[in-house]
Nanobody
Framework: QVQLVESGGGLVQAGGSLRLSCAASGRTFSTSAMGWFRQAPGNERDFVAGMNRYGTPYYADSVKGRFTISRDNAKNTVNLQMSSLKPEDSAVYYC?????????????????WGQGTQVTVSS
């Protein structure tokens, strides 16, 4: 069983920055792939950024160059540094774990999810 707790969301003006963190319990963190997804009202939960067990990052085109994913296996955390934020980045952000360690874009293949943290970007 893996439990995930996100933090760091909030209200920020367009052009600003936020750093999201996801703390994971369980001993399989270092061998797992991690993902960040987001869901705005009325929309699907979309992929934002991910990282395989080896630390290779992956990004949605909409956030490339603005968001950076990182992980600290010693602390069992994965972070999402978000810069140059836009109103369209507003959503609930979720972190997720895929135990196999292989990165995939499909949210259905992630076994564990956090409760989400709200990010609101004002114009």
């Amino acid at each position: 069983q893996v439990q995930l707790v996100e933090s760091g969301g909030g209200l920020v003006q367009a052009g600003g920055s936020l750093r999201l963190s996801c703390a994971a319990s369980g001993r399989t963190f270092s061998t797992s792939a991690m993902g960040w997804f987001r869901q705005a009202p009325g929309n699907e939960r979309d992929f934002v950024a991910g990282m395989n067990r080896y630390g290779t990052p992956y990004y949605a085109d909409s956030v490339k160059g603005r968001f950076t994913i990182s992980r600290d296996n010693a602390k069992n955390t994965v972070n999402l540094q978000m810069s140059s934020l836009k109103p369209e980045d507003s959503a609930v952000y979720y972190c997720a774990v895929r135990l196999s360690g292989t990165f995939v874009y499909a949210r259905a293949l992630y076994e564990y999810w956090g409760q989400g943290t709200q990010v609101t970007v004002s114009s």
